[in-house]
């Protein structure tokens, strides 16, 4: 590992010089909010952004995705044949990704990567990417990564990462493809001996702007009856509208369905972001919906991130503590107090 510095000045030649090698993604201004998106060539990353509204999961599971094309022309040699739509995945640096959520890419790579299944689309797209994440100096009151196994400073799954000291940036080098991004950039200027030491007061005192903490050191005892079945479901899921915000912004929901889409006798299969929020997650064939209530599918989730995945993996819950669920809730549900009505 070693780090470099970055000269502010120097940062979008730099990007450019690496556009020769690399595509890049990154978080621009839209609207009222910020988003990632594949950045034109004459487009930088706003790198003063606090979080993006969405997770950048997109980068890696679009929210619809043509897989497959096909044709019921009976007069054309490939009648009913589904064909794969060919795609070009070329080596991409993600710049300015939030700690948690390259966390986040972990958790989704245990479920698209397994020995028994691997899914083809996400891991061409993980592996062509190069990771460059920016450490947050300033988390949200909605941040409580530190208590989900990451921070504002984490490293896990990125390839470098960026720590702002105001004129430059401190870049701590983590894999081989950092160094080959630092390199097509031009950045090559090894920081002062004292580097280390400046990013670990400067991760230490992010740290200790979150205030917001969860507990679920007690959930893993517990049976999953005694939490399914506990009387507080009805009223916890009250308020919920079931529209599906907090699994459309959350970083680490990985469901989705496949359907196919026809018009004439042209048409496709998609695979497309789908929520455990809503009333067609779980309908069966025979018309019969295991969970038919609203509170039944808010239970789910909830069970899901805080349970299920921990039983299942035994890495702790399915969440990242980024606090996006909490922000656009407009039932203003809150993760925190769900975990801790559980753990209790």
Request: glycine content about 6%; overall charge negative.
């Amino acid at each position: 590992m070693k780090i470099i510095s970055i000269d502010k000045k120097e940062w979008n030649s730099g990007l450019q010089q690496s556009r020769e090698s690399y595509r890049l993604t990154g978080p621009v201004k839209n609207q009222a909010a910020h988003r990632y998106k594949d950045l034109d060539d004459d487009e930088f990353p706003d790198m003063d952004f606090g979080e993006t509204a969405l997770s950048p999961k997109s980068i890696l599971f679009p929210p619809s995705e043509v897989m497959l094309t096909f044709t019921t022309d009976k007069e054309s040699p490939d009648c009913n044949i589904m064909r794969e739509v060919p795609k070009a995945y070329p080596d991409r640096a993600v710049i300015g990704l939030r700690p948690f959520d390259a966390k986040a890419f972990q958790v989704l790579k245990l479920n698209y990567d397994t020995k028994e299944y691997q899914d083809p689309y996400w891991l061409k797209a993980y592996n062509a990417c190069t990771f460059i994440g920016l450490a947050d100096n300033s988390p949200s009151v909605f941040d409580f990564s530190t208590s989900c196994n990451s921070g504002p400073f984490d490293e896990t799954g990125l390839d470098v990462l960026l720590v702002d000291t105001g004129d430059t940036y401190l870049a701590k080098i983590l894999s081989d493809k950092g160094d080959a991004f630092t390199m097509a950039a031009g950045f090559t200027t090894v920081a002062d001996d004292n580097s280390a030491a400046v990013i670990d007061d400067m991760k230490q005192a992010a740290e200790a702007k979150i205030r917001s903490t969860i507990s679920f050191d007690k959930i893993a005892e517990k049976t999953v009856l005694e939490l399914f079945e506990a009387d507080h479901w009805e009223e916890t899921a009250f308020a919920c509208i079931n529209c599906g915000t907090c699994t459309y912004s959350c970083p680490t929901c990985w469901c989705f369905d496949i359907q196919d889409e026809v018009s004439g006798t042209d048409g496709v299969r998609l695979k497309q972001w789908e929520s455990c929020m809503t009333g067609l997650f779980t309908l069966h064939g025979s018309g019969h919906n295991p969970r038919d209530y609203p509170w039944q599918r808010t239970r789910q989730r909830f069970m899901h991130k805080l349970k299920y995945f921990s039983d299942k993996y035994q890495q702790g819950i399915m969440c990242v503590g980024c606090g996006r669920c909490i922000r656009q809730c407009p039932a203003n549900i809150d993760i925190r107090e769900i975990c801790e009505r559980m753990n209790g």
